[in-house]
């Protein structure tokens, strides 16, 4: 945020949050899907939940909290209010350096050990609007080690909302900032103006779905998988929420599996599930292998 003080809701006619409506709201987030909205974001929730508030018509913030537990929209309801409280801000070709060491150092090891299968799995985790998913697919078109193979890219999101612009697949010049010009013509065709979409032939690998990563049940669901990208998303985890969701991804990786999270997060004190991988160009965790031989 700015320095500038954005006006007081009771000096517009509105509402304030008290700190026990702040509570009960922040708890029923946190128990939903893990979101840790702190004690010093009080006045951010409140100005991001209040169109919530008049579009539902009602008077106050306590009169919300009852609509979130008991109304027969609740759950609906519930994902306007976690869209409203996340930010979603990403783009193609993020943190380039990781990229870089998983094309030329994990690619070939996944190539390796699923000749015989020919079949490749990716989970991006909380894909947002789907940028990363789609490089992902870009990066594996790029190395021409999989051609003819049964790839997916899986991306999740708990938003329908970002997972509809991911489906759309048509983008403006901020999600290609990191993008080179031979990277935009080979995989872009230009529609409208000033936007582009990802070409059919990079889409063809990439599915998304909505997940609630704190949903085991759902997570369960998902394939087994190669690998796992959940960068920039445990952040607004507290600790319990961060080692479910690290329970659910060791789970749905096969032995050897890789998981790649944000150069800010790091697994320490919150898994002992994953092994660290030094490799030339970044670290990485690992699922590790089998110690008895056996199939996927």
Not at 118 to 131: F, K, P
Request: proline letters at 4%; glycine letters at 6%; aromatic letters at 10%.
């Amino acid at each position: 945020m700015g320095a500038r003080v954005a006006p007081r809701f009771e000096d517009e006619g509105r509402p304030e949050m008290s700190a026990e409506e702040f509570r009960l709201l922040r708890d029923h987030v946190y128990s939903h899907c893990g979101i840790l909205v702190r004690e010093d974001m009080k006045f951010v929730m409140e100005r991001r939940l209040w169109p919530r508030l008049e579009a539902l018509g009602l008077r106050d913030f306590s009169m919300y909290h009852r609509y979130l537990r008991y109304d027969a929209q609740r759950r609906a309801e519930l994902e306007a209010a976690v869209e409203a409280l996340t930010t979603h801000e990403t783009y193609f070709f993020r943190e380039p350096a990781q990229l870089r060491a998983f094309s030329e150092e994990v690619l070939p090891v996944l190539q390796q050990r699923n000749a015989a299968l020919q079949r490749l799995r990716i989970w991006s985790a909380g894909c947002s609007t789907g940028e990363e998913a789609y490089t992902l697919a870009m990066l594996l078109k790029e190395s021409r080690r999989f051609e003819g193979w049964d790839v997916e890219v899986h991306g999740t999101d708990i938003s329908r909302r970002v997972l509809a612009t991911a489906r759309r697949a048509e983008y403006g010049p901020s999600s290609l900032r990191a993008t080179t010009p031979e990277q935009v013509s080979r995989f872009f065709e230009p529609v409208g103006t000033n936007k582009v979409r990802v070409r059919d032939e990079v889409r063809a690998w990439v599915s998304f779905g909505q997940l609630n990563l704190l949903d085991a049940e759902a997570c369960q669901l998902v394939a087994r998988m190669d690998a796992i990208f959940c960068r920039n998303v445990m952040i607004y985890f507290d600790i319990p929420a961060r080692k479910r969701v690290l329970q659910a991804f060791s789970e749905r990786l096969v032995p050897g599996g890789y998981l790649l999270l944000g150069h800010s997060e790091n697994l320490l004190n919150l898994s002992a599930d994953f092994e660290l991988v030094h490799l030339r160009g970044d670290l990485v965790y690992r699922k590790p292998e089998l110690t008895l031989k056996g199939g996927r």
